[in-house]
T-cell receptor
């Protein structure tokens, strides 16, 4: 079974530029998540989709970050314009009903963003 | 709001020996999940073990076991017979059960080094 695919693996940009990350979840997984992991910290949820609808985007800085999941499959996370503090690893995950109502998350390998 | 705290930034263990990683959490919920995730240099978060708060019995998965103290809000991970492949970042995480375990709040992580 293929895992969660993310691209690019690395990205370096200047501040105020824009950048986009792509995620393809595991086939059949209805729920998709984007996490931000700043160096030395645990991941923080940015946005959660159920199919192509947003479930939770309370921690997404909406003045500069946007995300979409067209057709309920793959997803794109965009930052415009980027700030120095956006330097982080952006992890995508998808989930599946595992057992007794528990939904297990499967993570991709992330995109490491450096903003100079 | 829920918080998860890992007070050990780094731990070291000799190969084949046992090590315990600590985690404390704070929540007003009565029913929830607790997790330990492993993040190797590949950056992919891998679920190591899951504990359901309503269960008194501590979870075990092969060489990995937990010590869950609900009243103290403590959740430690014990790795027995440590192997070189266990070297990674380990993150403790919490989720309310009402979200099927998919609303993860992570701690700051503990880097585990395994000495040959």
């Amino acid at each position: 079974e293929a895992g969660v695919a993310q691209s690019p693996r690395y990205k370096i940009i200047e501040k105020r530029q824009s950048v986009a990350f792509w995620c393809n979840p595991i086939s059949g997984h209805a729920t998709l998540y984007w996490y931000q992991q700043i160096l030395g910290q645990g991941p923080k949820l940015l946005i959660q989709f159920q199919n192509n609808g947003v479930v939770d985007d309370s921690q997404l800085p909406k003045d500069r970050f946007s995300a979409e999941r067209l057709k309920g499959v793959d997803s794109t996370l965009k930052i415009q314009p980027a700030k120095l503090e956006d330097s982080a690893v952006y992890l995508c995950a998808s989930s599946y009903k595992w057992d007794r109502g528990f939904e297990k998350l499967f993570f991709g390998s992330g995109t490491q963003l450096s903003v100079l | 709001a829920q918080t998860v705290t890992q007070s050990q930034p780094e731990m070291s263990v000799q190969e084949a020996e046992t090590v315990t990683l600590s985690c404390t959490y704070d929540t007003s919920e009565s029913d929830y999940y607790l997790f330990w995730y492993k993040q190797p240099p590949s950056r992919q978060m891998i679920l190591v073990i899951r504990q359901e708060a309503y269960k008194q019995q501590n979870a075990t998965e092969n060489r990995f076991s937990v010590n869950f103290q609900k009243a103290a809000k403590s959740f430690s991970l014990k790795i027995s017979d440590s192997q070189l492949g266990d070297a990674a970042m380990y993150f403790c995480a919490y989720s309310p059960r009402r979200n099927a375990g998919n609303m993860l709040t992570f701690g700051g992580g503990t880097r585990l080094m395994v000495k040959p």
